[in-house]
């Protein structure tokens, strides 16, 4: 599905990401996890965009996307929603995902047709049923709790039908609570829209309890990649990562 | 479909009450006024979809307005073609630089683009004082429009011309209503709000944003033909940097959030100079403090401040 | 256009000599009045439009308090003084209440003070040009420098705007007060974190900004004519100054604007009616390669 090869991106002098090589294979649930500063959220740049690599290549479903603007990486299926929540502040819940389905269909620079075209709401209300956002629909999404501006974020990525969706930290900022109710949406939605999903998380507990496999980033490079089971014995991330007591609390 | 059609209705009905207006007062002052008004509201309404709808803070955009009277005078007065034909040209030849001028400045941000579109007005006003050969120098481009007789309608008349600015008006602010509706327009909106996750949803960003650079340098030359008309010429005054100073205050008095704002900062701004300029010879001195109460009283435009009293949503836009 | 003229000028040492001092002085006016606007710019991120005022104001204070005392210095402290107190006046009572508001509303209000006070000037001192007249100790006959003429005022000028442009400098790098002004300029959020007095530092800021422009002013006087609109030429050129030198950089402004002041001199003889237009031209060419200005931060 996604093939990484060799990626390495400098800022300056440091390496935010080393030399990375993976594979995220099609329908797999991947936790990114690593300390701050490994460069989790610079490799989810690089992938979708948003920075252009050093060296190194982005391979997928079989093309090379490491050269393709931001645009025509969304349009190859790639949907990412952000660590703060990123969305329209001036308009409704409903009004934001019409806007993203709207860019989805190719109608954003359409200057004939009035906003929202036919069909367009509906698929927009299919979308915040998703996430459980249906009710709040009208509210105006400056307005929405943190939570559900999280939520928002992450269906307007799914407004693109993406095939593979980067989650940077779905859970940042949230309470003990919330943050179960979060990712059981999260999980679901994995479940039933036939999705690769990559996250990044610091809680060791989501990590270990919903991915299927997880990837461990330590100063721009991997660390380790394997199965849950795999990670929690391989010594090197005891060493790096899972050694330190407070590891959660750097967050 | 309905709200274009109920848009289009009040359009009619504008004109129509504006047309029969003169036969109720007499005098010239209202029509002048509301030729003015035509012209700065076209102008100001096009800004707005940069300042309001995009997030675009130019300062500069009286390039296109003065554009706009200089290139229709000139094509009036140096060629043969007709005033259709002109109108048309003028509003290509605004296309065609507002192509150049928006793939240089649309790369910059905030208050850099705001400098740069500044610094193209003013190189514009520059050229074309030094140019006085074509355009006269600062004593701009006299001698009248001639072959104002447009099927039948003499626009030299001064009733004909009010009709035909608020005409033009109408049309004007029905398609840039049209325009904010659209997808485009959302996608306008998405960028203002947040310019990086539009980008992640698909839109091409300097794709929409030269586009609408382009569309508003069009409806300012509109503005700038009519005025051109108005004062029979064209004059370096009409692309100096305060007529984008006066673009702005329309639109921030009025409302940037409300699309019939930057028509109501209009009325405020040409009622307030006819009003005080009789009364005081200190005009600058009463705007200022007229300013300074909007400005610091509402924090926000005058219909702006209206839609949200009566219990809509924030206009969203200056914030 | 006039090219001959110009390579006559650049080829003779009495033009050379005379445009470049007259050049220079154009330079540092406008350096004074630019390094006020790209300190205010740096620290609290606002564009003051209303820094020609204070320029404007400055020279008319002094004018009245060399009438009254007979003293050019304690005039052009005047103006220094009393700007720098307007430049507070001005942020606590008007600018402070639109800080983080959309750079449209603070460009209003600055527009409003600007129609008032020029306003105000027309009331005070006359709609009319006041010429202030060369102060008696300069009252002398000219330097001639390799055959160009040099009055000893000029000399005088450019010293005392290299010396405040230095003492400036010193201010912002070698006292607390100025470590500080440089880390709000550099993070805002760390400044007020650290439990500075944030309303205290902009009122300073501003007071500086505004005594730069105000002894700018009364440094002027003597070689301008005093008008309720000359506020307005200076400001569109410092911003020039700031834009090329780089929002926020004071080295970049005098550099800028000492360039800018070259440009005017000689452009009146290169291209006599199309100097402005050289200096928007040097200002896009900028902008569009670097944004940022020749010294400014980098900006993402």
């Not at chain 1, 995902?97 to 269909?105: D, N, S, Y």
Request: aromatic content about 10%.
């Amino acid at each position: 599905m996604l093939q990484i090869t060799n990626l390495t991106k400098r800022f300056g002098g440091v390496a935010a990401t080393n030399d990375v090589t993976l594979t995220f294979a099609a329908n797999t649930l991947t936790a990114i996890i690593g300390p701050n500063g490994a460069g989790k959220s610079t490799f989810f740049n690089l992938i979708s965009g948003a920075l252009k690599p050093d060296s190194g290549s982005i391979v997928f479903k079989g093309e090379d996307i490491t050269r393709l603007d931001r645009a025509a990486i969304v349009q190859r299926g790639i949907g990412r929603a952000f660590q703060v929540a990123s969305f329209f502040p001036s308009m409704t819940v409903a009004e934001n995902l019409q806007a993203a389905i709207a860019a989805h269909r190719g109608q954003w620079a359409d200057l004939t047709h009035r906003f929202p075209r036919q069909g367009v709401r509906e698929r927009a209300m299919e979308v915040a049923e998703m996430l459980g956002l249906q009710d709040s629909a009208d509210v105006l999404s400056a307005n929405l709790s943190h939570g559900d501006q999280k939520l928002l974020d992450i269906a307007l990525a799914l407004a693109l039908e993406p095939s593979l969706l980067l989650l940077d930290e779905p859970t940042a900022g949230m309470g003990p609570d919330e943050r179960w109710k979060m990712i059981e949406k999260v999980q679901r939605l994995w479940r039933t829209q036939n999705l690769t999903l990559v996250f990044i998380e610091h809680d060791m507990d989501i990590v270990f309890g919903i991915a299927s496999s997880i990837r461990v980033l330590c100063y721009g490079r991997v660390l380790a990649e394997g199965t849950p089971d795999e990670i929690r014995a391989n010594p090197a991330v005891i060493e790096a990562y899972l050694g330190t007591p407070d590891a959660e609390d750097d967050v | 479909m309905g709200r274009i059609f109920r848009d289009i209705a009040i359009g009619i009905l504008a004109i129509a009450v504006l047309a029969a207006v003169p036969h109720l007062i007499p005098g010239k002052a209202f029509q002048d006024f509301v030729i003015r008004c035509s012209s700065m509201a076209l102008f100001a309404t096009s800004l707005n979809l940069l300042v309001g709808y995009t997030g675009l803070s130019s300062f500069g955009h009286g390039l296109f307005f003065g554009l706009g009277t200089y290139s229709f005078a000139l094509l009036m007065q140096r060629t043969g073609i007709s005033l259709p034909m002109a109108f048309i040209a003028t509003l290509l030849i605004n296309a065609v630089t507002a192509v150049a001028v928006g793939a240089i400045c649309i790369r910059l941000r905030l208050i850099y683009f705001a400098f740069v579109t500044l610094a193209m007005q003013m190189l514009m006003h520059s050229i074309i004082i030094s140019w006085v050969g074509l355009t006269g120098g600062d004593q701009g481009l006299q001698g009248g429009i001639p072959r104002r007789v447009v099927a039948g309608i003499d626009l030299g008349n001064q009733y004909n011309l009010y009709i035909f600015a608020a005409v033009v008006l109408v049309i004007g602010l029905l398609i840039m209503r049209h325009i904010v509706n659209t997808s485009f327009g959302t996608s306008l909106r998405m960028i203002r709000d947040n310019e990086a996750r539009a980008s992640f949803l698909g839109i091409v960003v300097w794709r929409v944003k030269l586009t609408v650079f382009v569309l508003s340098a069009v409806f300012a030359s509109v503005g700038g033909i009519v005025m051109s008309l108005f004062v029979s010429g064209a004059y370096p005054e009409l692309i100096n940097w305060p007529i984008s100073g006066d673009a702005i205050f329309a639109i921030v008095m009025g409302g940037v959030g409300s699309f019939l704002g930057p028509t109501v900062g209009t009325m405020i701004l040409l009622l307030l100079n006819d009003v005080v300029t009789r009364q005081t010879e200190y005009y600058g001195l009463a705007l200022g403090i007229i300013i300074l109460a909007f400005a610091l009283g509402l924090r926000r435009g005058l219909l702006d401040f209206i839609t949200e009293r009566l219990g809509g949503r924030p206009a969203g836009g200056i914030s | 256009m006039d090219l001959d003229a110009l390579l006559g000028c650049v080829t003779s040492s009495s033009c050379l000599v005379t445009q470049t001092t007259s050049g220079l002085i154009v330079g540092m006016l406008l350096f004074m009045v630019a390094a006020g606007l790209t300190l205010i710019f740096g620290v609290l991120k606002i564009v003051n439009f209303a820094h020609g005022t204070f320029y404007m104001l400055g020279a008319y204070i002094a004018y009245s308090a060399f009438m009254f005392t007979g003293s050019y210095v304690l005039g052009v402290l005047a103006g220094g003084l009393g700007m720098a107190i307007f430049g507070v006046i001005f942020e606590r009572v008007l600018i402070s209440r639109v800080y983080g508001a959309n750079v449209l509303m603070q460009l209003l209000i600055c527009y409003a003070v600007v129609l008032i006070c020029d306003d105000l000037v027309k009331i005070v001192w006359g709609p009319d040009f006041y010429a202030m007249g060369m102060p008696p100790a300069f009252q002398v006959p000219p330097l001639f420098i390799a055959g160009g003429v040099v009055p000893p005022f000029y000399i005088m000028l450019i010293v005392v705007a290299l010396a405040i442009g230095g003492a400036l400098s010193l201010l912002l790098g070698l006292t607390r007060i100025g470590k500080i002004i440089r880390a709000a300029a550099h993070n805002p959020n760390m400044v007020s974190a650290l439990g500075i007095n944030t309303t205290l530092l902009y009122s300073l800021v501003f007071a500086v900004g505004g005594m730069l422009a105000g002894l700018a002013g009364g440094l002027a006087a003597p070689v301008r004519s005093l008008t309720p609109g000359m506020g307005f030429s200076i400001l569109i050129e410092s911003f020039i100054v700031t834009v090329i030198g780089g929002m926020g950089s004071i080295g970049g402004a005098l550099i800028a604007a000492v360039v800018l002041g070259l440009i005017r001199s000689f452009g009146t003889i290169g291209f006599p009616l199309f100097t402005e237009g050289l200096m928007y031209i040097a200002m896009i060419i900028i902008l569009v390669f670097k944004p940022s200005g020749l010294f400014g931060k980098e900006i993402v």
